[in-house]
């Protein structure tokens, strides 16, 4: 009888051991969370910044003279209305006595341009950033527009380039279009760069041998 138990049990044991060996076989690997997005990349003519944004979205137009530009995804409603994001430089390098204009005021700023044209102006969230190695700030409001009763979310990012001008990238957009449309405003910021400075002229170190000066000889001694 106690065989017969014995017996029973190990065969319970090296069931269980098989069917989990034939789990284990059958597994398959998990599939990527995220498949990488294809982008496009934009300069701006000038040799100015540039930048990677989503390969399905168009480019709307050059803003600020020339020195910005608004890339969007394509939508069905009217283009006032359209999410988007603008990529520009808005504070020129700062010339002669003139004091350059810090992140602080810039932001102060822009949050009354948007007081003035909204209306239940919320300020939602602001913190310290670091865009391409160069201190930057980020802003993100959210109001009523006055002349088409929409309501907006702005975020928005300033950077401080290296000779005192402020440049901007913002995303403007429906709130519930905001958790959608974040990872393609990251996006932007991750890849947004300034082009190296070229090294000024004759810094180079010139590569042809010079030739050497040979010692003076002492004169002889009588």
């Not at 803003?63 to 994001?85: C, M, R, S, Y």
């Not at 969230?125 to 109001?143: I, S």
Request: with cysteine.
């Amino acid at each position: 009888m106690r065989l017969s138990l014995r017996v029973a049990i190990l065969v319970v044991l090296a069931l269980n051991l098989a069917a989990g060996a034939a789990g284990q076989k059958t597994a398959t690997p998990p599939a990527p969370l995220h498949k990488p997005v294809p982008r496009k990349r934009y300069c701006q003519p000038d040799g100015g910044f540039c930048f990677k944004y989503p390969n399905s979205w168009t480019v709307l137009g050059e803003v600020f003279d020339g020195n910005g530009v608004v890339v969007a995804p394509l939508q069905k409603l009217d283009k006032t209305l359209w999410d988007e994001i603008t990529v520009a430089l808005i504070v020129p390098p700062s010339e002669g006595d003139e004091e350059p204009m810090t992140l602080d005021s810039l932001i102060e700023q822009a949050s009354k341009s948007m007081r003035e044209g909204g209306q239940t102006f919320e300020t939602l969230q602001r913190q310290q950033r670091t865009v391409d190695h160069k201190p930057a700030q980020m802003l993100k409001v959210r109001y009523r527009e006055k002349a088409t009763d929409h309501d907006w979310v702005e975020e928005m990012v300033f950077i401080q380039g290296p000779d005192g001008e402020m440049y901007s990238v913002a995303l403007k957009c429906s709130p519930e279009n905001l958790a959608r449309l974040e990872p393609a405003f990251a996006g932007v910021l991750e890849s947004w760069v300034l082009p190296e400075p070229e090294p000024p002229a004759g810094a180079a170190e010139d590569d042809t041998p010079k030739q050497s000066t040979p010692p003076s000889k002492a004169p002889p001694r009588h």
